[in-house]
């Protein structure tokens, strides 16, 4: 049981488009564990609900968005104390869809703000309530490799290209490689070790069983 009487809540967002995908099998034991640790969770499949990564005109200008399933993101995104986001690494970046998704769900004036109302090249105030937010990653590259030959580019856009620009106090990632030729029992694994790092983040927060 959760002895705190504070709201909690979490989103979970998973972006591959095979949904027996060990992206799919992170995202449910993120979802497990969050729950075990009294959160009421949230779990968005962005393939299965088709979601649409294109930012409108009046969206890249810092207007309003009038797509009804972006505004729900955004709200779920606003709510949340927790977010836990699971993709591949595509060619170093994330997968087009959930890009799009950052684009436009980490609104201006939503997710972050500017003192003067305007991006004048200053430090911009993060307007989220997020206490931490965790980023699962899968790749097909050793460790060794991608630190030597691409700078791991991916941690560098979450940490601190969108998540601690709008805020965000307390930032986790993990990448879980090499999925291609990985067994069923290092797969088991590895799952632990996710639900071990939600559990080690919200009760950092102060969320307990």
């Given at each position: ?99 799009g998704w950052m ?12 003192e003067k109302g305007t991006d004048l ?89």
């Open positions: 049981m959760k002895k705190e009487t504070r709201d909690s809540r979490a989103l979970v967002i998973v972006c591959h488009p095979d949904r027996k995908s060990f992206n799919h099998a992170l995202a449910n034991a993120s979802v497990t564990g969050l729950q075990a640790r009294g959160f009421s969770v949230n779990l968005r499949d962005l393939y299965a609900e088709n979601f649409d990564p294109v930012i409108s005109r009046e969206e890249f200008h810092g207007g309003t968005t009038q797509d009804a399933n972006v505004l729900e993101h955004i709200a779920l995104l606003q709510s949340a104390n927790m977010l836990v986001v699971i993709h591949p690494n595509c060619w170093g970046s994330p997968p087009a869809m959930i890009k684009d436009r769900v980490f609104a201006l004036n939503s997710a972050y703000a500017f090249g200053d430090t911009p105030k993060g307007l989220l309530r997020l206490e931490a937010a965790i980023v699962f990653n899968t790749s097909n590259t050793t460790e060794e490799r991608e630190r030597a030959d691409f700078g791991d580019p991916l941690d560098r856009i979450w940490k601190d290209c969108l998540l601690r620009y709008c805020g965000v106090p307390k930032v986790d990632r993990r990448v879980f490689r090499v999925v291609a030729t990985s067994t069923a029992e290092l797969r088991s694994t590895w799952l632990l070790q996710a639900r071990e790092l939600i559990e080690q983040a919200s009760s950092s927060l102060g969320f307990s069983e």
